[in-house]
């Protein structure tokens, strides 16, 4: 505060060159491991993302990748097969009114 030195001239340090939770001496291990954690998603809830976000056909893809050991999940997987199987036959019911 007291310099002479514009500070419109002077570049500054990035102080986020190393994220401040990933510096914690001795639990950068376990707080490396719970980041991955957060930013990877399952292949059930990128199945569920694509469903909640009305994106029946990327549901459905990634439903069948999927090895369910949730009966939570097993369900939402076959509702998800059920509405894909009647949006592919009203489609093709459409198309063969059509032509």
Known sequence: MNSNKALDKIVLPNPF????QL????????TQALIAQS????????????FFNDELE???NA???ID???PTLDRYRSLIHT?????KSFDSLLDNLLN
């Not at 060159?17 to 401040?20: R, Y």
């Open 39 to 50: 930013a990877v998603l399952s292949q059930g809830q990128t199945m569920m993302l694509h």
């Open 68 to 70: 369910c050991s949730s």
């Open 58 to 60: 990327l549901a459905y």
């Open 23 to 30: 510096s914690l001496s001795g639990m950068t291990s376990v």
């Open 83 to 87: 509405r894909y199987n009647e949006a």
């Open 17 to 20: 060159t190393e994220l401040p």
């Open 63 to 65: 439903s069948l990748n």
